[in-house]
């Protein structure tokens, strides 16, 4: 999936910098609404990080028709915020819910990104290493 990337503020503000898709340019279907285990590649300059994205209506922010997507980059963002981007789907750690509270939700999206960290753990022979900024 390739997008023009957005900075946005994390709803929950977890630990990680969090990348908002606008024009979505897809190869392939759509994914289906949940949570995933992602690598985000900047086009312009091939630098590429581990992430979480998250596909869905925000749920726990009220109901909405707008289908987002989120992306929160796990390794650090090194120069400048990538104008273009595509975004790699990998593993479904689980499916969208409704969240109590926004505290709640921060709690999960930690969570999250634990899985997450430990897929790449588990797969980092398997993958390319993010490329460093020239």
Known sequence: MRSKAKSSRAAASAPAR???????????????TGVYVTRTRDLDTQRAWNSVTNVGYRP??????????????LDPLAGETPRRISVEFLWRVREERKFTNPEALKARILRDAAAARRYFARTRP???????PQ
Do not use: M, N, V, Y
């Open 60 to 73: 726990t922010f009220g109901d909405s028709t707008q289908l987002t997507i989120e992306t929160f980059l």
């Open 126 to 132: 398997l993958l390319p290493r993010p490329l460093a």
């Open 18 to 32: 969090p990348c908002h898709l606008e024009s979505l340019h897809r190869r392939r279907a759509d994914p289906k």
